[in-house]
């Protein structure tokens, strides 16, 4: 099974401060018909995960553009430029390029 | 726009089944597959397997092969999950998915 490495697993940040996440592949998540299926997925406490960016760097619609990916192969990085009060929680990567479909382990974003 | 309302909360004993339903609205049930997902208390996402919801057939991850049953009712676009034989390591959220929409989750708590 593919395995997703997030770092860091806990990142504090101040509203307004811009953070990045990076999510590491063990393998390449290049599809043979030439997408990566690389998400992002935000949890908050208490609710369901809400997906965020698609395919390594499409905003899902309704989602805020300060919410950003970046990435190819194996490298990940979802970047928020600016976070808000609102953003608070845990952010899980996930792939859905090889059977079975895997998450990292998530990185809790907090308030400093 | 795609709505998925899952099932109320569970309490069931160890040896006991569970019956989870996912009824999907706002887009055609049988053109895109649904997954599922656990969320034990505290941890982080994994995934459990799919259905594709046009020929039925489920495919799942090896963690959730033999106990854990994924079946549908097509003519209520309703998915289900059944869980078999409940062991306490089954207590968790269960959550169902199509693309980037998330059910609200069913809490399994699994007690003597």
């Known amino acids: 099974d593919v395995v997703l490495t997030q770092t860091p697993p806990t990142l504090s940040a101040t509203i307004g401060q811009s953070v990045s996440i990076s999510c590491r592949s063990s393998?390449?998540?290049?599809?043979?018909?030439?997408?990566?299926?690389l998400n992002w997925l935000l949890q908050r406490p208490g609710q369901s995960p809400q997906l965020l960016i698609y395919s390594v760097s499409n905003l899902e619609s309704g989602v805020p553009n300060r919410f950003s990916g970046s990435g190819s192969e194996t490298d990940f990085t979802l970047k928020i430029s600016g976070v808000e009060a609102e953003d608070l929680g845990v952010y899980y990567c996930?792939?859905?390029?090889?059977?079975?479909?895997?998450f990292g382990a998530g990185t809790k974003l907090e308030l400093k | 726009q795609i709505q998925l309302v899952q099932s109320g909360p569970e309490l069931k004993k160890p040896g006991e089944s569970v019956k989870i339903s996912c009824k999907a609205s706002g887009y055609t049930f049988t053109n895109y597959g649904m997954y599922w997902v656990k969320q034990a208390p505290g941890q982080g996402l994994q995934y459990m397997g799919w259905?594709?919801?046009?020929?039925?057939?489920?495919t799942y991850a090896d963690d959730f092969k033999g106990r854990f049953v994924f079946f549908l009712e097509t003519s209520a676009s309703t998915a289900y999950l059944q869980i078999n034989n409940l062991k306490n390591e089954d207590m968790a959220t269960y959550f169902c998915a199509v693309g980037g929409n998330w059910g609200q989750g069913v809490m399994v708590t699994v007690s003597s």
């Open positions: 393998q390449s998540l290049l599809d043979s018909d030439g997408d990566t299926y």
């Open positions: 996930m792939q859905a390029t090889h059977a079975p479909y895997t």
């Open positions: 259905i594709n919801t046009e020929t039925g057939k489920p």
